[in-house]
């Protein structure tokens, strides 16, 4: 029995030192130009669902980016980094939210403007102004007008775009979004985030040509010049009741080593192997 655990310990300080060698290597290959693009949805101390980031705990991560050196941008100034050479502030992080609660507005806004931090909302625009839990088109010009908070694309209804019966299905939820939100705050929408983060190539093709610059996924990792302009990772902060403050610094600071692992978990659990993708641990 002592034999076996020697052999086990043993086994698990060597995986230990090929995750930390593996780790400090995939720090080392970052690119300097990569950014963390964090992704959000509901602010509030209601809704306890995977989805939903407390407002206790968004204030202490907004508290954190402002205290540690963080510095906020748009997407649009990050493809003009990417495109045309502007430099970029050190430690460059865009902050997002999907969908456009109310409690974006209600709860989320206040803690920005406290730091002082930009975000990028990207809007469900069929539903702004007409369900109760989303806001009003009035308090997102009013967050607009603050220069703090920047509106894009979330599509017309929230429709999984690789799953549109149609091209023209697909064509009236990326023009009919960005055309609703032009109208409505005077902007140039130049940006989308693909609904549940799903896409094809002809929903690829079809974003480009609409006119939008770039679009992001729900693919944790950072949103790095070298990847598809239309499929941009983002950085997940949800996850339910294992929502922690550790786990929120893990996520932001180290992406190129969580990142991989939340990719083998997820391939693991696809193809079958739930019992192996139950323990790797991913923060």
Known sequence: MKRIFKRLFAVLIVILLIGAASGAWLMSQKNPQAVPVLN?????????NALTVSTDQFRKQMKYLAENGY??????DMLDAWENGTPLPENPVIITFDDGYIDNY????????????????????DYIGTYPNYMTWDQAAEMQQSGLIDFESHTLSHEQLDQAPSTEEL??????SKQAIEYHLQKKVEFIA????????EVEQLTRDAGYRAAF????????????????????????????????KM????????????DLRLNLRESGHTFLSGLLLVP
């Open 251 to 262: 996520r932001v600071n180290y992406a190129p080593i969580v990142a991989p692992l939340e």
């Open 171 to 176: 064509q009236k939820q990326l023009m009919g």
């Open 40 to 48: 959000y949805h509901q602010i509030n101390d209601q809704d306890h």
């Open 194 to 201: 693909y609904p549940c983060g799903t896409y094809n190539e």
């Open 106 to 125: 209600r709860n989320a806004y206040p803690i920005l403007e406290e730091y002082g931090l930009k975000a990028t909302i990207f809007l469900i625009s």
């Open 71 to 76: 510095h906020t941008i748009t997407p649009g």
């Open 217 to 248: 996924t729900v693919h944790y990792g950072l949103a790095d010049p070298t990847e598809q302009r239309f499929i941009l990772d983002r950085v997940p902060i949800f996850g339910g009741n294992r929502h922690t403050f550790m786990r929120y």
